[in-house]
């Protein structure tokens, strides 16, 4: 299992390992958009990974790609249709601005 906890909310969830983050984050009730269907197409899941980096699935080469279009991007920005919950420590994650209910 791994512990997720959603920022602003402060949402603190236990969610099966091998979980996509996007769907965790959707099945824990948060508001966070996504048109792409999940292929790192859209980047409107960009999100900030703010603690347990090692407990997520490590940086594509398509979400690399995908962030680098992307404005307000920053050294914790992921993309939550890319990651996958590991296990391994707790995870936590801020939603952004408009995107966040």
Same mark, same amino acid.
């Given at each position: 299992? !791994?512990?997720?906890? *959603? =920022?602003? !909310?402060?949402?603190?969830? &236990?969610?099966?390992?091998?979980?996509?983050? +996007?769907?965790? #984050?959707? $099945?824990?009730? &948060?508001?966070? #958009? !996504?048109?792409?269907?999940? $292929?790192?197409?859209?980047?409107?899941?960009?999100?900030?990974?703010?603690?347990? /980096?090692?407990?997520?699935?490590? =940086?594509?080469?398509?979400?690399?790609?995908? +962030? $680098?279009?992307? #404005?307000? *991007?920053?050294?914790? !920005? /992921?993309?939550?249709?890319? =990651?996958?919950?590991?296990?391994? &420590?707790?995870?936590?994650?801020?939603?952004?601005?408009? +995107?966040?209910?």
């Amino acid at each position: 299992m !791994s512990t997720l906890t *959603i =920022m602003p !909310s402060g949402k603190t969830v &236990e969610v099966e390992a091998g979980t996509n983050l +996007l769907q965790a #984050i959707l $099945d824990a009730g &948060e508001k966070l #958009i !996504s048109k792409c269907g999940g $292929d790192a197409k859209c980047g409107a899941c960009h999100l900030f990974l703010t603690g347990g /980096r090692k407990g997520v699935s490590k =940086m594509t080469p398509a979400e690399n790609a995908k +962030l $680098d279009t992307l #404005i307000g *991007i920053g050294s914790k !920005s /992921r993309l939550a249709c890319q =990651m996958t919950l590991l296990g391994t &420590e707790p995870v936590t994650v801020e939603l952004l601005g408009a +995107l966040s209910g």
